[in-house]
């Protein structure tokens, strides 16, 4: 790895925000890393690196409407769960479950992992989520799935052989043995899982044996890697991938989630990507500290890559950091309506169906301001904070009114109401700690929403308790989104702002 210019940033988590059940693999001195994306279009991020701290998004998997179709019925936390991503034979293969109604589990493959990736083959007779690809030495694929169990399979017709085969599932009673990964390494098969559940009991367990279908003998230090029932910043780590460097170092990727305020602790970002060191002792991985600052590893770290932070929609296609909640047809959300703006034409009736016309970000930092420059004049629309169709915060405007709704489970209140002058307005959040004093009760954040006037004066008009958002109180799988939508009409945005305020 050449030596470059330093870093901006050397930190855990290495991919911050909702980029959950990392899969890595390295061809030459290129890493690339994949994460689930659950209800949201396109699917599965692909991130390339070269020191595995600096990641750069160079495309999402599934990115055309016929690879992915998510049901309108579709509820949050449903969809694409957990890919495995590898390279074999000179190409990049992915397997994945989609865990909507008529979906099941896909294969795709593609020569550069920024795409395009194939369309999916459809592997029926895998026998469960989380699907892991592992090929034998003459060349045998074995798709291991949570449970643990396995089968044979032909990846390139999906096609499957034979009846699904125990394979080992961790500790005695420990609830949800998944996310398999089977590696050949030196002289034995080692098979990685995660178990515990992926809250906080969550962790990471490793056996091996001589042949990839078994028997498998438990590492004596399982779990390799958990924080339960610790102090550590970093909770829930588990679901992991293992990496070898050019170098022949060993790394673990894994998700994490950073729980804040008083008692339970609310994480409001997903559950993140973290990486951790490892090395071998006596045939085992010994899993390092999952440690926040990284700038003590061993190499050159690479420039950290610019980031998507400011949009004016001046290009025809949005940025692959831009999901939508289910899928993006061209004609709802469009930047060719009206040049330089976003226009979002509304199909649902609020941010609260599940078909809602949505396009956003992942919120990625504690403390952080997003903006936009709305015009509401034709349609209702405006800017949220999204966890899911029963989780979110908006400020929206609707012709010369603009109002602050809440949605907490079953709850909807319209929080504020504000009067603006005819034309484009500017709505804006801040998400910062909450007020002192802190105590046990004190929640993660607090989610400002406001509108700026054009010398950049803020006018707050709600202030709302992030808990709401958190995943702690809407259970899933997924992180915040900020977003822009159409609730009515056609509402057009002239650009979006996120600007991080700390970490
Ligand atoms: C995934 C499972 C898990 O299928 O959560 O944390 C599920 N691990 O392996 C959804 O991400």
Redesign the pocket.
């Known amino acids: 790895m050449p030596a470059q210019k330093p870093p901006a940033r050397a930190t855990n988590p290495v991919l911050p925000g909702f980029h959950?059940?990392p899969s890595i693999c390295r061809v030459g001195d290129d890493y690339y890393l994949v994460c689930?994306s659950?209800e949201y279009f396109p699917g599965i991020p692909v991130f390339h690196s070269r020191d595995l701290v600096n990641w750069r998004q160079i495309g999402n998997v599934l990115d055309r409407p016929e690879q992915l179709r998510l049901p309108a019925s579709m509820p949050s936390s449903g969809g694409i769960?957990?890919p495995t991503l590898r390279h074999h034979n000179g190409r990049f293969w992915l397997i994945v479950?989609n865990c909507s109604e008529g979906g099941g589990n896909l294969i795709v493959t593609a020569t550069d992992p920024a795409g395009p990736w194939s369309d999916p083959i459809r592997a029926p007779g895998v026998p469960g989520?989380?699907p892991d690809l592992a090929w034998d030495e003459d060349g045998t694929c074995w798709c291991t799935v949570?449970g643990v169990s396995q089968i044979r399979i032909d990846p390139s017709t999906g096609q499957t052989y034979g009846t699904p085969h125990e394979l080992w599932s961790g500790a005695p009673g420990a609830k949800?043995p998944?996310?398999p990964h089977l590696y050949r390494i030196g002289d034995h098969w080692y098979l990685l899982i995660?178990e515990g559940g992926?809250e906080r009991g969550?962790g990471v367990s490793i056996a091996r044996g001589r042949t990839p279908t078994g028997p498998f003998e438990p590492c004596p230090a399982n779990p390799v890697l958990t924080h339960r029932g610790t102090d550590h910043p970093v909770q829930n780590t588990?679901?992991a991938d293992l990496v070898q460097g050019p170098d022949g170092s060993w790394w673990m990727v894994l998700?994490g989630v950073r729980p804040r305020g008083g008692t339970p602790g609310w994480h409001v970002l997903g559950?993140e990507t973290f990486l951790a060191p490892v090395t071998w002792e006596d045939g085992w991985p010994v899993v390092g500290e999952v440690a926040l600052d990284l700038s003590t590893l061993p190499w050159p770290l690479s420039p950290a890559p610019a980031e998507e932070r400011h949009d004016d929609f001046e290009l025809n296609e949005l940025g692959p950091a831009w999901i939508s909640v289910r899928d993006r047809p061209a004609e709802l959300c469009t930047t060719e309506e009206r040049p330089g703006w976003l226009t979002l034409h509304a199909r649902g009736g609020s941010l609260d169906e599940p078909d809602v016309v949505f396009a956003g970000r992942r919120q990625q930092h504690h403390s952080c301001r997003a903006r936009t420059l709305v015009d509401a004049t034709q349609g209702r629309g405006g800017l949220a904070v999204r966890l899911d169709e029963r989780h979110h915060y908006v400020i929206e405007a609707a012709g010369t009114e603009v109002r602050v709704i809440a949605r907490v489970g079953s709850l909807r209140t319209v929080v504020a109401e504000r009067s603006v002058p005819a034309g484009p307005v500017t709505l804006a959040v801040t998400l910062t700690d909450p007020p002192p004093p802190h105590g046990p009760c004190t929640g993660p954040d607090t989610v400002c929403l406001g509108i700026e006037a054009a010398d950049g004066t803020f006018t707050q008009l709600a202030a709302l308790d992030g808990r709401y958002l958190s995943t702690e109180v809407a259970g899933g799988?997924t992180g915040r989104v900020i977003g822009l939508y159409a609730a009515a009409g056609a509402v057009h945005y002239d650009w979006f702002d996120y600007e991080p305020l700390d970490d």
Request: proline share 5%; glycine share 4%.
């Open positions: 959950p059940d689930s659950f769960y957990a479950t989520i989380d949570a949800a998944e996310a995660a992926t969550h588990g679901h998700l559950r799988f």
